[in-house]
């Protein structure tokens, strides 16, 4: 879940505060309905990892769908729709649930007039299933089968601690995967086929595939695993792949495709099913290695979890990824759709402020703007974070519920052509500036044991919130007035 801080924010050490066969179903292309839809979470029922990280399922479904579409007051028209997306549908939730929560999906779609679709978490949340928790399919963190201690989740400033990583390509998480396709795919071929007998088909926007599928990070030791996977696919310690990155990605996107393909030979029409992965863009990592050329000992293609553009195309899916606005982010995007022949796409997460911005009342982009940039370049789905979640001051409910907002969405729902926002423009540190961090890094401890932290604590916060928003050119000034202050001991 981008809304919370996946993208980088860069700390001073610990003593800043915190410096793809045929399938059964119909094949056919992707819908020219462009839906704009909104993220209804489920919630997490009998799993508490979801329940600690996601908002609950309304207790009326009916009643949130049906203040959207007051508050935005229109449905669209035959080639663009409002819609809502009920999830993540997890592991976790019992068939009975799911069962109940698609129906009922289904049946708020027909009352309302408001296209649905579903989000599906595949491989996050499932401690439900104790026959998966085994070495076999566990994910582990080297070749001699050290299973990883929980997957490390970033979408808060504490990072989150959840069940262990899954071995994505093992015999029984694909076993799994295709059992729950195939509850998923016969419960979405009945509600369409409600929807067809009603004259509505045009109501069924599609399935997300995937909540940023990926292979996550070790919580205990910071590790990146995958090393189960690697030897699922033939490789050992005596014979590793010639690229463990490649193969990686590799992997990544084969789940993402057994996923959509599951998907589609259980019911759910091709060209209505979306992949959904993230990345940070290459730009923001070569903007995070100028600040602390440390980081570059973490390769691009495990920063962002092996999950890089190409990832999202696959034979039985409609690419699909996250898009919250970030320097060198669409750019990157755009430059893989040209490589694919420009497909119809999906943006299954985001809106109009990048997540590492959030806390700045500048850190928003106008929503037309923000939507322009998705649907005036290929987009069919714009699925919306952020609505009804948390209280007013949550900055992404702000942002997903302004006055500007609901009028950019009443715009694109009238048809009209939607204005594009600038793209995001990189900051770049100066090339100095890492220097200084180091040096402050080395000189600061001694400093404080022989002064106190009095005089320095402010200057060293000032440098924490300047590199935090970016203001590089600040950050430097602050620096220079830090390393003053250690040189000589002087009041400034």
């Not at 996550?216 to 189960?228: H, L, V, W």
């Not at 440390?294 to 293609?301: C, E, G, K, N, R």
């Not at 402020?353 to 649907?375: C, H, I, K, Q, W």
Request: proline share 7%; glycine share 8%; aromatic share 10%.
């Amino acid at each position: 879940m981008r809304a919370c801080g996946k993208y980088f924010l860069l700390l001073i050490a610990s003593l800043l505060p915190a410096w793809a066969g045929s399938a059964s179903a119909e094949e056919y292309a992707p819908s020219p309905i462009r839906y704009l839809a909104f993220q209804i979470f489920t919630g997490g029922l009998d799993s508490n990892e979801m329940r600690l990280n996601f908002p609950p399922l309304p207790e009326d479904l009916r009643k949130t769908v049906g203040d959207l579409q007051d508050r935005i007051g229109l449905n669209g028209s035959a080639s663009r729709k409002l819609g809502f997306v009920v999830g993540p549908l997890s592991f976790d939730h019992t068939d009975d649930q799911v069962r109940v929560m698609i129906a009922a999906a289904f049946d708020v779609a027909l009352e309302t007039g408001v296209a649905v679709g579903f989000h599906l978490d595949d491989s996050m949340f499932w401690g439900r299933l104790k026959e998966l928790n085994t070495v076999d399919s566990v994910e582990w963190l080297d070749w001699n089968r050290t299973s990883n201690t929980g997957r490390r989740l970033e979408w808060s400033p504490t990072p989150a601690k959840i069940m262990p990583q899954l071995c994505v390509n093992s015999r029984a998480v694909k076993a799994a995967v295709s059992k729950r396709a195939a509850l998923i795919g016969a419960e979405v071929a009945r509600g369409i086929a409600k929807l067809t007998a009603a004259g509505r088909s045009e109501l069924f926007l599609g399935v997300i595939a995937g909540w940023e599928t990926q292979i996550g990070r070790d919580f205990d030791t910071g590790g990146y695993p995958g090393y189960c996977a690697l030897t699922n696919a033939g490789f050992s310690a005596a014979n590793p792949p010639a690229d463990m990155d490649a193969a990686l990605c590799r992997i990544v996107r084969e789940f993402a495709g057994f996923w959509a393909r599951s998907l589609v030979e259980s019911g759910v029409p091709k060209g209505k099913v979306y992949s959904h992965i993230a990345f940070q863009s290459a730009t923001a990592y070569t903007m995070a290695r100028r600040v602390n050329p440390a980081a570059a000992a973490v390769s691009y293609l495990e920063v962002i979890h092996w999950t890089p553009p190409e990832t999202a195309f696959c034979d039985f899916c409609v690419p699909g990824l996250t898009t919250y606005p970030q320097p060198g982010h669409l750019e990157q995007w755009r430059e893989e759709l040209k490589k694919h022949g420009d497909p119809a796409w999906a943006s299954c997460e985001g809106t109009a402020v990048d997540p590492a911005e959030a806390g700045r009342t500048s850190g928003a982009v106008d929503m037309e703007g923000y939507l322009g940039n998705l649907f005036n370049h290929g987009a069919i789905l714009v699925n919306v974070f952020g609505w009804g979640v948390g209280n007013s001051a949550n900055p992404f409910r702000r942002v997903a519920e302004s006055q500007n907002a609901l009028a950019a969405y009443r715009k694109f729902l009238r048809g009209e052509e939607l204005r594009e926002a600038p793209l995001p423009i990189p900051r770049i540190p100066p090339a100095d500036l890492p220097d200084k961090i180091h040096k402050i890094q080395a000189a600061l401890p001694g400093w404080v044991s022989a002064h106190g932290a009095a005089r320095v604590k402010p200057l060293m916060e000032e440098l924490d919130a300047a590199l935090k928003d970016h203001r590089f050119d600040d950050a430097a000034k602050e620096a220079d007035a830090i390393l003053k202050l250690l040189s000589d001991g002087s009041p400034l």
